[in-house]
């Protein structure tokens, strides 16, 4: 009966106790601000400037002249003549009025000729822009972060434990290998006015004119990418373009089937100079490497050397379960393939199982009923680790007691180890939330053979230059390869803090104290009726025992 007892008190009484409240901050939201360094803490060092090259004016020049101009001469005024003549007429020469100008003064104005101004202002050169990009990362955090704070008022001096906990609900990372870009443009603004005065025995007219305008014409005659070099590509006709590759031409070694002569091929297209398709017989360049003797136009493939520019842009994102973000990627640097089955036939080891044929610029084509290539491979390989912690500056507009550092009005630190604290007052405390990002930055080189087989391909085309009669392809009927690493060695291999990101300034929390004006009443009515059902409750007991 004891036991029972104490079951319904505790029941009844738990109610009366401190009550306690969840402080739930979603959608913390921090991203970098500028994008970061791949290699060390700080923003990624990057390198642009614009430099023009050319003349610059603005100014005027006069041409002509006139002759003649204004001349004045004076002469005795005739109405003073006759003034004088009336004054010496007796009777009436007290009324011949007011004396006369003694003299009179004329213009006349000769002035002929013609006279011109011509102005002009702008600039007319090229423009040399360029940007070099050391390497970049940029990341985007999500966090979600809760405490148990008191929902009723504590008593003044009481220690507060808020029990913070904190979550990565998403998160993203992405990096952008080391890039160079540049671009030379024509570039002219130039303008040209006239303006003019003619005048013949001194009547004149003027006028002034626009001769030429020229607004900022802007037109690229080469540019230069991490893929290749670009030629006239704002004179060309649309569709039209020139290009180099750069680092990205694979270069096949051949033999003549029937002289037995070895030579080069690059995989560039003879018609518009640009990296073409290994497997289109258009893409073929041809070098002699030894015997000058007339080739028959049949070949076999040895073995193929590709050598690439590796770029690298990399981006993952958080995975379920995970608080750490992880990218990695590779990308081929060189690598050499042996052409099994050609190298085979060379030696006469074999029958020709794949030939190439060119007859001229006018029909070619190649086909292979079996083709086995492998061969080492050199990768260039990025890694990058994100680790994080979510941070909290926590503002009080009062004083705190923190065991170890005594009283403060902020405390800096990790959220989930944020410390208990004594209140002297109803406090309120404002979170600006950021996080502790350590990336763990990778890169080297990955060492490995690649192997491949396919059957029954080939291709044919016939035509000249742009003309192409036909052209068309099949296979292969069977594919398969394989790729094997055997290792990776790190040239640079260093963990760091990622900076750059944003803050969040989070909803603040109120702690209420006892007796400090703002307590709220405490629900006695609801209280009272707990306490009643707790009595009738031992009331029933007490009666089960007597009737026992």
Same mark, same amino acid.
């Given at each position: 009966m004891m036991k029972n007892f104490l079951v319904i008190g505790g029941i009844c009484l738990l109610p009366l106790g401190v009550h306690a409240a969840t402080y739930n901050q979603a959608g913390i939201v921090l991203e970098t601000e500028t994008r970061q360094s791949a290699w060390g803490p700080g923003d990624a060092a990057r390198l642009a400037d614009t430099v023009f090259i050319g003349p610059e004016w603005n100014g005027s020049e006069d041409f002509g002249g006139f002759v003649g101009g204004t001349t004045s001469f004076t002469y005795p005024n005739p109405a003073r003549v006759a003034w004088n003549a009336c004054r010496l007429i007796p009777f009436i020469g007290d009324r011949c009025g007011s004396a006369p100008a003694r003299n009179l003064t004329s213009t006349i104005d000769t002035t002929t000729g013609a006279e011109a101004t011509l102005s002009s202002s702008g600039r007319a050169g090229l423009e040399l822009e360029y940007a070099l990009d050391a390497g970049s990362v940029g990341s985007r955090l999500e966090y979600v972060a809760q405490a148990d704070i008191p929902g009723t008022p504590v008593r003044k001096g009481q220690i507060v434990s808020l029990h913070t906990t904190s979550e990565l609900v998403d998160g993203s990372l992405d990096s952008q290998s080391p890039t160079a870009e540049a671009s030379i443009d024509v570039v002219a603004d130039v303008t040209v006015d006239a303006s003019g005065r003619a005048c013949l025995a001194g009547n004149c007219t003027s006028d002034s004119a626009n001769l030429l305008t020229v607004d900022d014409f802007r037109r690229e005659l080469i540019s230069i990418d991490p893929t290749g070099i670009n030629y006239l590509d704002g004179f060309l006709p649309d569709g039209v373009e020139l290009s180099t590759p750069i680092g990205d031409v694979p270069t096949s070694l051949e033999a003549d089937l029937v002289t037995r002569k070895l030579e080069f091929n690059t995989n560039v297209n003879n018609d518009t100079g640009e990296l073409g398709d290994p497997a289109d017989p258009k893409t073929k360049k041809?070098?002699?490497?030894?015997?000058?003797?007339?080739?028959?136009? #049949?070949? &076999?493939? #040895?073995?193929? #050397?590709?050598?690439?520019?590796?770029?690298?842009?990399?981006?993952?994102?958080?995975?379920?379960?995970?608080?750490? $973000?992880?990218?990695?990627?590779?990308?081929? @640097?060189? =690598?050499?393939?042996?052409? &099994?089955?050609?190298?085979?036939?060379?030696?006469?080891?074999?029958?020709?199982?794949?030939?190439? /044929?060119? @007859?001229?610029?006018?029909?070619?084509?190649? $086909?292979?009923? @079996?083709? $086995?290539? =492998?061969?080492?491979?050199?990768?260039?390989?990025?890694? @990058?680790?994100?680790?994080?912690?979510?941070?909290?500056?926590? =503002?009080?507009?009062?004083q705190v007691d923190i065991s170890g550092l005594g009283l403060v009005d902020s405390w800096f630190g990790l959220w989930n180890e944020l410390p208990d604290f004594s209140l002297f007052g109803t406090t309120v405390a404002t979170p600006t939330f950021s996080t502790r990002a350590m990336l763990h930055s990778t890169t080297g080189f990955d060492f490995g053979a690649d192997f491949s087989l396919e059957l029954l391909k080939g291709n044919i085309s016939v035509g000249n230059g742009p003309v192409n009669f036909f052209e068309g392809n099949f296979g292969p009927a069977i594919e398969e390869s394989a790729d094997t690493s055997f290792g990776r060695l790190a040239l640079f291999d260093d963990t760091f803090e990622l900076g750059g990101f944003n803050m969040f300034e989070g909803a603040a929390m109120t702690f209420r104290v006892e007796g400090d004006g703002s307590m709220s009443p405490v629900p006695l009515p609801? /209280?009272?009726?707990?306490?009643?059902?707790?009595?009738?409750?031992?009331?029933?007991?007490?009666?089960?025992?007597?009737r026992n």
């Open positions: 041809d070098t002699v490497v030894d015997s000058s003797e007339p080739g028959s136009g #049949l070949f &076999i493939e #040895l073995a193929r #050397l590709d050598a690439k520019v590796p770029l690298l842009e990399l981006n993952g994102s958080k995975e379920d379960g995970q608080d750490e $973000i992880v990218i990695d990627g590779q990308s081929e @640097f060189l =690598a050499l393939r042996a052409d &099994i089955d050609g190298l085979l036939a060379y030696v006469n080891a074999l029958p020709p199982l794949g030939i190439r /044929a060119d @007859f001229g610029s006018v029909v070619s084509g190649s $086909i292979d009923l @079996f083709d $086995i290539e =492998a061969g080492p491979r050199i990768d260039v390989f990025q890694t @990058f680790r994100l680790t994080q912690d979510l941070m909290v500056d926590l =503002a009080f507009d009062k609801a /209280a009272g009726w707990l306490l009643i059902g707790g009595l009738a409750g031992l009331g029933a007991l007490r009666r089960r025992q007597k």
